[in-house]
């Protein structure tokens, strides 16, 4: 069943909010030590294999510098 237009809306402004994209992320990263812990049980309990790979999946990631949350362009600060 197709969402009306203003649920949309109403989905993709809580899907933008900082806090929930925080969390996700956080759910996403929670799986890392699992990750990590069946990967060194296939190399024989070697842990330093499992976080090469892992490290190197992160590393293919990005991150925003300088981003103020709540704000589409950093003001400058004010002087007193």
């Known amino acids: 069943m197709p969402l009306p237009g203003h649920e949309c809306w109403r989905l993709l ?3 933008s909010s ?3 994209r925080l969390q996700l992320g956080n759910l996403l ?3 890392d030590a699992t990750l990590q812990a069946g ?3 296939r190399w024989d ?3 330093a294999y499992a976080l090469l790979v892992v ?3 992160a590393g293919f990631g990005y991150e925003k510098k300088d981003v103020r949350f ?3 362009e950093a003001e400058e600060p ?3």
């Open 13 to 15: 402004l809580l899907l």
């Open 18 to 20: 900082p806090g929930l």
């Open 29 to 31: 990263a929670s799986g």
């Open 39 to 41: 990967l060194a049980a």
């Open 45 to 47: 309990g070697d842990y």
């Open 55 to 57: 490290a190197a999946l």
């Open 70 to 72: 709540g704000k589409e």
């Open 78 to 80: 004010h002087s007193a």
